[in-house]
């Protein structure tokens, strides 16, 4: 079984910073892309940040420049530094990795931490 749990979350003002952390445990052969994604009540899941196992990086508009993703593939964890929040970063956040256990790749999710930025 693969299991991804993530941590970090919490209640911060506007302004501040959090940092989340998701690590991959489990049996697999290896971790293509890792990434987060979140989702606010009422809307649609989105994606925020992914980083592929070379170090491709990909980030929302509205987190440029204020969220940094970063993966240690040695630990298989994914980290989001997440600076500058905004009430607005609500949401709950969850981790997703693409995992290749033998002969396929297959997509796994953490359970979510929640984030709240309030005003």
């Not at 911060?12 to 991959?24: D, E």
């Not at 445990?25 to 992914?50: D, T």
Request: proline content about 2%.
């Amino acid at each position: 079984q693969v299991q991804l749990v993530e941590s970090g979350g919490g209640l911060v003002q506007a302004g501040g910073s959090l940092r989340l952390s998701c690590a991959a445990s489990g049996s697999f052969r290896s971790i293509n892309s890792m990434g987060w994604h979140r989702q606010a009540p009422g809307k649609q899941r989105e994606l925020v940040a992914a980083i592929t196992s070379g170090g491709i990086i990909n980030y929302a508009d509205s987190v440029k420049g204020r969220f940094t993703i970063s993966r240690d593939n040695a630990k298989n964890t994914v980290y989001l530094q997440m600076n500058s929040l905004k009430p607005e970063d609500t949401a709950v956040y969850y981790c997703g990795a693409d995992i290749r256990r033998a002969l396929s790749s297959h997509e796994y999710w953490g359970q979510g931490t929640q984030v709240t930025v309030s005003s």
